[in-house]
């Protein structure tokens, strides 16, 4: 994966948004800055577009509450383009799934964002790199918003 000088800070009034772009998704990021359509469901659309052109699951029955979900907490919008890319550098090529968990027994405000990472890897070394994964990117950057948002691993 090529990486346009590792970030591109896209900056606007009502949006500040680190994105980690590789090359080949410029075009449809310079497209957008030249629209100028920041609007948060328009920021809703390109994340989730974004990570099923990456092969991402987002599962279809769960479509419309995790744009529900992401307008109420459009912060961990970031944060899914970010571990998309940081995702890749401890289980390279493996896919992602995109869900939302919500708790049958609690209230609405409840729900989690879970990108789940498939993988072959065995037990121990695909648990392995998610702790260092999470030691390294997700606690460290994600922090406060880890009740909203977290990564996983299912071995397949």
């Known amino acids: 994966m090529k990486s346009l000088a590792n970030s591109t800070l896209i900056k606007n009034s009502e949006v500040n948004t680190g994105l980690f772009l590789d090359v080949d ?3 449809s990021i310079v497209n957008w800055q030249k629209t100028g359509d920041f609007s948060l469901t328009s920021q809703i659309d390109r994340i989730l577009l974004f990570l099923k052109n990456k092969e991402c699951t987002v599962k279809i029955d ?3 509450a995790i744009k529900d979900f992401l307008k ?3 912060q961990l919008i970031d944060y899914l383009y970010d571990a998309y890319f940081k995702i890749s550098h401890y289980f390279d090529g493996d896919k992602l799934n995109l869900g ?3 708790d049958p027994e609690g209230e609405s405000t409840d ?3 879970f990108l789940t990472i498939n ?3 065995d037990v121990s070394a695909a648990l392995d790199k998610l702790n ?3 030691k390294e990117w997700l606690i460290p950057i994600v922090g ?3 009740s909203k948002f977290n990564v996983d691993v299912e071995i397949i």
């Open 100 to 102: 939302l968990f919500v």
């Open 72 to 74: 109420d907490n459009h």
């Open 62 to 64: 769960d479509e419309n």
């Open 144 to 146: 406060n918003d880890l």
């Open 111 to 113: 729900s989690k964002l």
């Open 25 to 27: 998704g410029l075009d």
């Open 132 to 134: 260092k994964f999470d």
């Open 119 to 121: 993988t072959h890897l």
